[in-house]
């Protein structure tokens, strides 16, 4: 469990990169793809491409930060509008309303609605990769959408695994069995050394007692580090530092390509807002004209993206 978790949250690192690098690199290829919507377009795709990754590593350390993936500091703007749970989510929910939590036991409605937030991530970013044909003065061509797309999905594919690690914990059963089997080991393991002729090897004895103890007590302890390598334990994955690499090598390929400028708007839009708390995030959009203007353009843009996807890929 703890090498192939590392595996997957490792893939996840990896075509974030590779999607960034690469989206930059083929569009500004074109002589004609330097002009300001071009940058905005690349911009964006960063943009998205982090907050995937930035939301899926919430939902990862959900379970010991206790943080919503939609609540992340770095999260602004239209995104965070959208992957914000709204009135339709609980419309559209098949579930309880359980977010009295009194017992300190996991907000299952903040835990599914995070589990959600990653999935909408990807769509915004897929449906910024095929708004190219309308962004760009000089479309990408069909295959090298196919290639960004399909980073997505190795992206997601990534994510599908730390999901089924989280959601599936080792049986209970099988741990108190195997508990059960141990304790009763190291307890009678002193009664195998009893002879008569114990006294005369009495320190050999204690010795050997003490390494097996030590031994078999000291894999159960490392089995327990192991069975959840994320949070915020000394042994634990530092997710967040690996992924802030990720976000500082995407800020210097976009200074590389688009100049200091749209790298500061990048960093910018992706600052680390510690006094990000609920009343912030409530009073974001306290104004019900940028909110509905926000939403409409929201559905613009996923409109044309599935009129867009419709068109290329049927031909």
């Known amino acids: 469990r703890y090498a192939e978790s590392r595996g997957f949250i490792g893939v996840m ?37 982090m907050i995937l990754l930035r939301t899926s590593i919430a939902v990862v350390e959900f379970c010991s930060r206790g943080l919503p993936a939609w609540k992340v500091p770095e999260l602004t703007g239209l995104e965070q509008l959208y992957l914000t749970p709204n009135v339709s989510w609980d419309r ?35 449906e910024t990769i095929v708004s190219c044909e309308k962004r760009l003065t000089t479309p990408l061509h069909i295959t090298q959408i196919n290639a960004m797309l399909g980073s997505v999905d190795r992206f997601l594919t990534g994510f599908y695994g730390m999901r089924k690690f989280i959601t599936t914990p080792v049986p209970f059963p099988l741990i108190q069995m195997t508990r059960t089997i141990l304790c009763f080991y190291l307890f009678t393991i002193p009664l195998v050394f009893l002879s008569d002729t114990m006294a005369d090897n009495m320190l050999e004895r204690c010795l050997s007692v003490f390494m097996l103890t030590y031994g078999f007590m000291g894999l159960e302890l490392v089995a327990i580090e192991l069975d959840d390598p994320f949070g915020t334990d000394d042994n634990d994955f530092d997710c967040l530092a690996f992924a802030n690499m990720v976000f500082e090598d995407s800020f210097l390929i976009m200074h590389d390509i688009d100049g200091d400028e749209w790298a500061e708007k990048l960093r910018c839009r992706m600052r680390r807002n510690d006094d990000n708390d609920d009343d912030s995030n409530n009073n974001s959009y306290q104004n019900d004209t940028e909110r509905t203007n926000l939403l409409n353009r929201a559905d613009m843009i996923l409109k044309e993206g599935e009129s867009f996807r419709t068109d290329s890929f049927a031909v």
């Open 92 to 126: 559209h929910s098949q579930r309880l309303n359980n977010n009295n939590d009194d017992n300190g036991q996991i907000d299952h409605d903040n835990y599914a609605n995070s589990m959600r937030v990653p999935f909408r991530a990807a769509y915004l970013l897929r």
């Open 13 to 49: 690192y990896q075509e974030t990169r590779e999607l960034i690098q690469y989206g930059l690199c083929l569009s500004n290829s074109y002589d004609n793809n330097d002009n300001e919507e071009s940058r905005e377009w690349r911009n964006e795709l960063a943009y998205r491409a």
